[in-house]
């Protein structure tokens, strides 16, 4: 039982690139979740799923889309890289329906845009 | 979203308890107190969560106020693995979503 996982751990991309970030989950929670943690702060919310099927904006959307895949992935890609975007990422699964449950977080994915 | 007020930082000795305490002045009725800590360069982990009554499990107890506008994170005897990152955090309105503030880093110290 892997919990969360996310791919890669580490990614260097030069601004205007694009890429994926990859985020599993095999706990067959219905509810996933993208963060993003810049230096000294916490986490913000940059777009959840609440169920397969959907998708909604969080705190901070602009610049990012994501896909849910299927139950157990949610993936989470940047058209065009900016430096802005330079942070540490992270993916979490809950269950649902219920509104109380606590979020399981992945490592992290550390991407630097030059 | 209630905003939750938490002290930047604390220090503890090694073998004590660690208080933490967290302000949410303005929590509504229905909803519920959560807290996570944050080890260096991973991701969150949860703690404890509760709505009116003190809560205990294995890894701490959470006090809440009578009137819950504050409470307070007890880990009974810290550790040096236990220096962290400790959020207290309000669930939002919508959904099942957290929102972060910037937390308290607390220090174990042997």
């Known amino acids: 039982n892997a919990g969360v996982t996310q791919t890669p751990k580490f990614q260097v991309l030069k601004t205007g690139q694009s890429m994926t970030l990859q985020c599993a989950q095999d706990?067959?929670?219905?509810?996933m979740y993208w963060y993003r943690q810049d230096p000294g702060m916490g986490l913000r919310l940059i777009y959840y799923?609440?169920?397969?099927?959907?998708?909604d904006k969080g705190e901070v959307p602009n610049g990012y889309n994501v896909s849910r895949l299927n139950k157990r992935e949610f993936s989470l890609r940047l058209e065009s890289a900016a430096p802005s975007q330079t942070s540490v990422y992270f993916c979490?699964?809950?269950?649902?329906?219920?509104?109380?449950?606590?979020?399981?977080f992945g490592p992290g994915t550390r991407l630097t845009v030059l | 979203d209630a905003k939750t007020t938490q002290p930047p930082s604390m220090d503890c000795a090694e073998g004590r308890a660690a208080n933490l305490p967290c302000n949410h002045s303005t929590i509504s009725g229905n909803e519920y107190v959560y807290w996570y800590r944050q080890i260096h360069s991973q991701g969150p982990q949860y703690i404890i969560h509760?709505?009116?009554n003190n809560e205990t499990n294995e890894m701490a107890s959470l006090i809440i106020t009578e009137d819950r506008k504050s409470s307070t994170l007890i880990l009974p005897h810290a550790t040096l693995r236990d220096t962290a990152v400790y959020y207290c955090i309000v669930r939002a309105e919508y959904g099942n979503k957290l929102v972060f503030g910037a937390g308290t880093i607390l220090r174990v110290k042997s």
């Open positions: 799923s609440a169920s397969e099927g959907t998708t």
């Open positions: 979490a699964s809950s269950d649902s329906p219920s509104s109380y449950n606590e979020q399981f």
């Open positions: 509760g709505l009116k």
């Open positions: 706990m067959n929670h219905n509810s």
